[in-house]
């Protein structure tokens, strides 16, 4: 089966500027994660959604971060205006249930430095 | 707040040799705990999912075991090889939650 597809591979912006990562899951996975993990860290939720409903986004930062998951499939995740300290990797997973039931199949992830 | 500990940071071993990664975690009401590889520069690959009741999981060399009752679970891997040489993570997915809380892994390296 085709893994979690993300872009860009990696992405360099100025601080105060707006990007946009995609992600598109497995199919047939309901559930849908963004994760961000910061060198030498394990990864951090941000959101996670169950088909085209957000399930968690207790730690995904509102004021600058959005993240969208139309139609249940494709997500993006989106940081306006970006901050230094938002230099990370982005990663996406996804799974064919929720609470963790099956295994969760990740992306390799979109890198971003902002300078 | 579930916290989840690995320890150690890094571990060098020569190969051949069997070995053991350890994971904590502060909440023991967990509904399940999975164990992830990653690869430099890659996402994480999932090793193994053990149940809240199950007390181990095996997939060829790699051997996870988990005691609730004490906060600990351990990735056990035999006969190591060069192409083990990743960083080993754990997560515990909280019981009532869908969250999975990961540790900030462990950076095996397996020298020829």
């Known amino acids: 089966e085709a893994g979690v597809a993300q872009s860009p591979r990696y992405k360099i912006i100025e601080k105060r500027q707006s990007v946009a990562f995609w992600c598109n899951p497995i199919?047939?996975?309901?559930?849908l994660y963004w994760y961000q993990q910061i060198l030498g860290q394990g990864p951090k939720l941000l959101i996670q959604?169950?088909?085209?409903?957000?399930?968690?986004d207790s730690q995904l930062p509102k004021d600058r971060f959005s993240a969208e998951r139309l139609k249940g499939v494709d997500s993006t995740l989106k940081i306006q205006p970006a901050k230094l300290e938002d230099s990370a990797v982005y990663l996406c997973?996804?799974?064919?249930?929720?609470?963790?039931?099956?295994?969760?199949?990740f992306g390799n992830g979109t890198r971003l430095t902002v300078t | 707040k579930q916290e989840v500990t690995q320890i150690p940071a890094a571990l060098s071993v020569p190969e051949g040799e069997n070995l053991v990664l350890n994971c904590s975690f502060t909440?023991?009401?967990?509904?399940?705990l999975q164990w992830f590889r990653q690869d430099p520069g890659k996402g994480l690959t999932s090793l193994l999912l053990?149940?809240?009741?199950?007390r181990e999981q095996t997939s060829g060399r790699l051997n996870a075991s988990l005691d609730k009752s004490s906060g600990r679970s351990t990735l056990y891997i035999a006969a190591s090889q060069p192409g083990d040489s990743a960083t080993y993570l754990c997560?515990?997915?909280?019981?009532?939650?869908?969250?999975?809380?990961f540790g900030k892994g462990t950076k095996l390296t397996v020298n020829p």
């Open positions: 053990i149940q809240s009741s199950q």
């Open positions: 909440d023991s009401a967990i509904y399940n």
């Open positions: 199919s047939g996975h309901a559930t």
């Open positions: 997973a996804s799974s064919l249930t929720a609470r963790g039931n099956s295994p969760l199949h």
């Open positions: 997560a515990a997915v909280q019981g009532g939650s869908e969250k999975l809380v």
């Open positions: 959604f169950q088909n085209n409903g957000v399930v968690d």
